[in-house]
T-cell receptor, first 113, second 113 residues
Framework: KAGVTQTPRYLIKTRGQQVTLSCSPI?????VSWYQQTPGQGLQFLFE???????NKGNFPGRFSGRQFSNSRSEMNVSTLELGDSALYLC????????????FGPGTRLLVL | KNQVEQSPQSLIILEGKNCTLQ??????????LRWYKQDTGRGPVSLTI?????NTKSNGRYTATLDADTKQSSLHITASQLSDSASYIC????????????FGSGTRLLVRP
C-alpha cells in the first residue's frame, strides 16, 4: 500500500506570492491533517479535514486555508507569503478521526525569499 | 493550559548505550500519548501509542512508559544504533470532540560510533 505522498517536495517563492501544496493520503484513509514545522516552533497543527469538511483548526492566520476532495486528497493554500512561512509542511492521514495512528508524508519544504 | 514538555532538548550517546527521554504533560482530558521518531528532512513515524490504562508499550528496542497519575512518560532506547539518531517527539491527544494533538518540542538524539 502506498504511503502518504506530498507534492511538490521543495518550493521556492517570494514574499507576497501564494502557494498550493497537495497531499494524497493512504488509500482508504479519510482524515487528513496538516502541520507546519520550523526549527524554532517545532510541529504546529494547522488544520484537519475529514469527509471534505474542516473539523479542527490551529492558531494560524486566515492566509492559511485548505480543502479536501471527495477522494480524500487535500490541498493547503497559503496566500500573501511572508518570510516566516518558510517551513516544512507535513501532511498526515488516518483511517478516521479517532484512529490511533497518523501516517505522515515526507513533507513539502517551502522557502520564502 | 495544555502543554507537553520534553527533556532533555538534546542528547549525545555512544553506540550500544541505553538512554531515556522524558515527557511531562498537563493535557486534560487525556486520550492517548504517542511517541514519534523523525529523521532529518522526513516526516515523523509513529513508535508507540498508549492510552490512559496502559503503563508500558514496546516496539523493538523502544519501550515507552506512562504514569497517568503524575502525567509523565518516558521513552527508553536499548542498545542504541547509529540509525537511532533523530528527533523524538511526544504528542498527547485530547479526549474531546476536537481531536486536538498537543506536540512537545522534541528531543534531538545523536548516537556516535
Amino acid at each position: 500500500k502506498a504511503g502518504v505522498t506530498q507534492t511538490p517536495r521543495y518550493l521556492i517563492k517570494t514574499r507576497g506570492q501564494q502557494v498550493t501544496l497537495s497531499c494524497s493520503p493512504i488509500s482508504g484513509h479519510r482524515s487528513v491533517s496538516w502541520y507546519q514545522q520550523t526549527p524554532g516552533q517545532g510541529l504546529q497543527f494547522l488544520f484537519e479535514y475529514f469527509s471534505e469538511t474542516q473539523r479542527n483548526k490551529g492558531n494560524f492566520p486566515g492566509r492559511f486555508s485548505g480543502r479536501q476532495f471527495s477522494n480524500s486528497r487535500s490541498e493547503m493554500n497559503v496566500s500573501t507569503l511572508e518570510l516566516g512561512d518558510s517551513a516544512l509542511y507535513l501532511c498526515a492521514s488516518s483511517l478516521d478521526r479517532f484512529q490511533e495512528t497518523q501516517y505522515f508524508g515526507p513533507g513539502t519544504r517551502l522557502l520564502v525569499l | 493550559k495544555n502543554q507537553v514538555e520534553q527533556s532533555p532538548q538534546s542528547l549525545i550517546i555512544l553506540e550500544g548505550k541505553n538512554c531515556t527521554l522524558q515527557c511531562n504533560y498537563t493535557v486534560s482530558p487525556f486520550s492517548n500519548l504517542r511517541w514519534y521518531k523523525q529523521d532529518t528532512g522526513r516526516g515523523p513515524v509513529s513508535l508507540t501509542i498508549m492510552t490512559f490504562s496502559e503503563n508500558t508499550k514496546s516496539n523493538g528496542r523502544y519501550t515507552a512508559t506512562l504514569d497517568a497519575d503524575t502525567k509523565q512518560s518516558s521513552l527508553h532506547i536499548t542498545a542504541s544504533q547509529l540509525s537511532d539518531s533523530a528527533s523524538y517527539i511526544c504528542v498527547v491527544s485530547l479526549m474531546d470532540s476536537s481531536y486536538k494533538l498537543i506536540f512537545g518540542s522534541g528531543t534531538r538524539l545523536l548516537v556516535r560510533p
